[in-house]
C-alpha cells in the first residue's frame, strides 16, 4: 500500500509539471471511473451515460446526431484530440446534462482538437480543477476534462459553437489561448443563468467572435461597476467581440420563400409571388401568425423561372446579402417549394456559398427530377390541369411575341432552361421495342447536367453543413403521378429524340404510353424522398403538389422554430379559375361573384389584381 501511495505521488508531481494551468481548487480522486479511446469514426445516436473520461483520439472522429442526450455521472468529460461534431436540430438538440448531485463534467478540445456544436442543450456543466484516476492511474486528459468550464479549449484547440443553448452550468465556456489560426468562434446562442462566467478568455485575440448572442439581457452583457467605475463585464472575463447581441431571448433567423417554377409573375415590372395562383399565400400568413415581420424577418424571393437555377443562385445570394445587411444577422433560413429547392441547392453547393443559411426546408422538390418534364421537354406535350392549362398559354403566348411559330422552338431556343434542370437523373425510359426493358441513363436520354452536378457525391455532402429537411407529398391513391414512359423509335424531325411515348396519341384507350407510380402527382414518391440525398427529416404528408405549402405550413414552423402552431390559414385555396385569352390589344374588367375584380380600374387607370 505504502508503495502505492509513493508512485501515486510522485505521478502528481509529473503531472502538475506537465499541464499548463493553475489548480486553485482541490484534488478529487475516482477510483474506477471509466476510460474509453475512440478511434476512427463513430456515431451516438442513442442516449449515453458518462462516467468516465472519453478521448477522441487524433485523427479520430466522433459524431453525435440529434435528439441523444449525453449525462455525465461523477466526474467525467468527453476530450477531443481529433473531431467532436455535435449535430442537433431546433426541433430535436443534443442535450449534455450532469446525472447525479455532485457530478461535475466538461467537453474539453485539445491541442489540434476540434469540435463542431450546432444546436446543443449544455447545463450542469463546469467544476473545480481536478484529477481522475483509473485502476491507479493518473490520466493527464481528465485533468484537463475536470477543468473550470462546461466546454473547455486548451492550448490552441478549435471550436466552433451555434444555435446554443448553455445555462447554469459553473462556467459555460473557458478558453485558454486562441488564435487566427485556431479560432473559436461561438454565435448565435444563448447564455443563461451560469453560475460564475458564462466566458473566460484568459489568453486570446481581441477579436475571438461571440457574436449575435443572448446575454440575459436586451442590451447586452450585464456591466460590472464599482461605485460609478465600470470594470468589465460580470459575467465575462477576458478579451472576446461579443458586438451585435441579440436583443431578445428568443431570437431567430429571418426566413426567406423561394417558389417553384411559374411561381413568380411580373406585376408593374416587379417580380412577385404567385399572383395567379396563390399557392404561398397560406404558408406565408402562418409565418405572420407566428410573430415573423414582412420585410424585417420574412422576406420572398420571386425570380425570372424561365432561366436556369444556375444564374437564379446568384441572384439569391444577392438577396441573403441584402437581408443580412438589413437585419444585421448572419444567417437565414430557406423554404423552398419545389424546384425552388434545387436553386436553393444550387447555391450551398457553389463554391461562392456564403455559409449564411441555418436550415434548408425543401416542400416537394424533385431532387433526381420529375418525369413529366419529358414529356413538355421532347415533344411540347401539356395536359388538361388547371397548371397546364396556364403555363401552355403563357408560353404559347410568349412564343407568339417573340416571332416563333411554336411552343417548342421558343422553349428551345430562348430558352426555358429551367424545364431541362427538371429531367430526371435515372432511369424511367422502357424500350417497347425491346420487352420493355430499361434504357440506363444517361445513354439515349435527355441528359440534365445541371441535376447531376448537385447530386454528385462531394457536392451533396455539402449540404451536412446545413439542417436539411425534406417534406414531399404522397396521396392516398396509388399510382397516380408519372413514374416514366414506354417509348419507341420514331422519325418526328425535332421531336421526341430520345423517344416517343407508345400510345400517347390515344391514352383514352390505354396507358399513353405512359407508367405511374406513388407521389404528389408531380413528383414521385422515389423522387422526392431521394434517400441518395440524406436530410435531417423526411416528412411525408398527404397533399398533391400544389397545395404542399398550405398543407406542410405547421410542419415547418415546427422545423424552424422547435413550436407547432395550435391553428393554421387555408383561406387561400384556389378552388376554381377562369382563363380569358384576349387576342387583340384591349383592356378588360372581370367581377368575380364575390366583388373581387381583375383587369383594369376605368375609373382611376390602375391595374387590379
Request: with cysteine; proline share 4%; aromatic share 12%.
Amino acid at each position: 500500500m505504502k508503495k502505492r501511495i509513493k508512485s501515486a505521488s510522485i505521478w502528481l508531481i509529473f503531472l502538475l509539471s506537465i499541464v499548463p494551468f493553475s489548480f486553485s481548487g482541490w484534488f478529487t480522486f475516482s477510483q474506477g471511473a471509466e476510460y474509453e479511446e475512440i478511434d476512427g469514426y463513430q456515431e451516438w445516436t442513442e442516449n449515453r451515460i458518462v462516467d468516465g473520461e472519453i478521448n477522441i483520439n487524433p485523427e479520430a472522429t466522433l459524431v453525435i446526431k440529434k435528439g441523444v442526450k449525453i449525462t455525465f455521472e461523477g466526474r467525467a468529460g468527453i476530450n477531443a484530440q481529433g473531431k467532436l461534431i455535435v449535430k442537433g436540430t431546433v426541433k430535436e438538440p443534443v442535450v449534455f446534462q450532469k446525472g447525479s448531485e455532485g457530478s461535475e463534467y466538461s467537453i474539453s478540445i485539445d491541442s489540434g482538437g476540434e469540435a463542431k456544436i450546432s444546436n446543443a442543450d449544455i447545463s450542469g456543466g463546469g467544476a473545480a480543477p481536478g484529477i481522475l484516476m483509473y485502476n491507479d492511474k493518473f490520466f493527464a486528459n481528465t485533468a484537463k476534462a475536470a477543468s473550470e468550464g462546461a466546454i473547455y479549449v486548451y492550448r490552441n484547440g478549435r471550436l466552433e459553437i451555434e444555435s446554443s443553448n448553455l445555462h447554469n452550468n459553473i462556467t459555460a465556456i473557458y478558453v485558454e489561448k486562441s488564435s487566427v489560426f485556431n479560432p473559436v468562434k461561438v454565435n448565435r446562442s444563448k447564455f443563461i443563468n451560469n453560475a460564475d462566467y458564462d466566458v473566460v478568455c484568459s489568453n486570446c485575440i481581441s477579436d475571438t467572435d461571440f457574436k449575435y448572442n443572448w446575454w440575459g439581457y436586451a442590451d447586452g452583457p450585464k456591466k460590472y461597476f464599482i461605485g460609478s467605475q465600470q470594470y468589465g463585464y460580470e459575467k465575462i472575463r477576458g478579451s472576446i467581440n461579443f458586438s451585435d447581441w441579440a436583443d431578445r431571448e428568443d431570437f431567430r433567423d429571418p426566413v426567406i420563400l423561394v417558389p417553384g417554377i411559374l411561381g413568380s409573375q411580373k406585376k408593374d415590372g416587379q417580380w412577385q409571388l404567385d399572383l395567379v395562383f396563390h399557392t404561398y399565400d397560406n404558408l406565408y400568413e402562418e409565418f405572420v401568425d407566428s410573430g415573423y415581420v414582412p420585410e424585417k424577418d420574412l422576406f420572398k424571393f420571386p425570380y425570372e423561372w424561365r432561366d436556369s437555377n444556375i444564374e437564379n443562385a446568384k441572384l439569391l445570394e444577392k438577396k441573403i446579402e441584402e437581408i443580412k445587411t438589413q437585419t444585421k444577422w448572419p444567417k437565414v433560413d430557406v423554404v423552398a417549394h419545389s424546384m425552388g429547392g434545387l436553386l436553393t441547392r444550387e447555391y450551398v453547393e457553389s463554391n461562392y456559398y456564403g455559409n449564411d443559411i441555418d436550415q434548408l426546408v425543401t416542400l416537394g422538390t424533385p431532387h433526381n427530377g420529375a418525369p413529366e418534364a419529358y414529356l413538355k421537354w421532347e415533344g411540347s406535350k401539356w395536359f388538361w390541369s388547371i397548371g397546364d392549362i396556364y403555363a401552355k398559354n403563357i408560353v404559347k403566348q410568349e412564343a407568339e411575341e417573340s416571332g416563333f411559330d411554336n411552343i417548342f422552338d421558343y422553349m428551345r431556343q430562348r430558352p426555358i432552361t429551367s424545364l431541362k434542370e427538371l429531367l430526371p437523373v435515372y432511369d424511367y425510359l422502357q424500350d417497347a421495342d425491346n420487352n420493355y426493358a430499361f434504357k440506363v441513363y444517361p445513354d439515349d436520354y435527355p441528359r440534365n447536367e445541371f441535376l447531376e452536378n448537385i447530386n454528385n457525391e462531394e457536392n451533396k455532402n455539402k449540404l451536412n453543413n446545413i439542417e436539411f429537411n425534406k417534406i414531399i407529398g404522397k396521396l392516398g391513391n396509388e399510382n397516380i403521378t408519372i413514374a416514366g414512359f414506354k417509348v419507341v423509335d420514331a422519325d418526328m424531325g425535332k421531336y421526341w429524340e430520345h423517344g416517343y411515348p407508345h400510345g400517347l396519341e390515344i391514352p383514352v384507350f390505354g396507358d399513353g404510353g405512359m407508367f405511374y407510380s406513388d407521389g404528389d402527382k408531380t413528383v414521385p414518391l422515389f423522387s422526392g424522398r431521394s434517400e441518395n440525398i440524406p436530410a435531417d427529416y423526411l416528412i411525408e404528408i398527404d397533399s398533391d403538389h400544389h397545395n404542399l405549402p398550405t398543407e406542410a405550413q405547421r410542419d415547418v414552423l415546427e422545423l424552424l422554430t422547435g413550436k407547432r402552431p395550435e391553428e393554421e390559414n387555408r383561406d387561400n385555396l384556389i378552388k376554381n379559375i377562369l382563363f380569358v385569352s384576349v387576342f387583340s390589344p384591349v383592356d378588360l374588367q372581370i367581377t368575380a361573384p364575390d366583388g373581387n375584380r381583375i383587369g383594369k380600374d376605368f375609373a382611376t387607370g390602375e391595374i387590379l389584381n
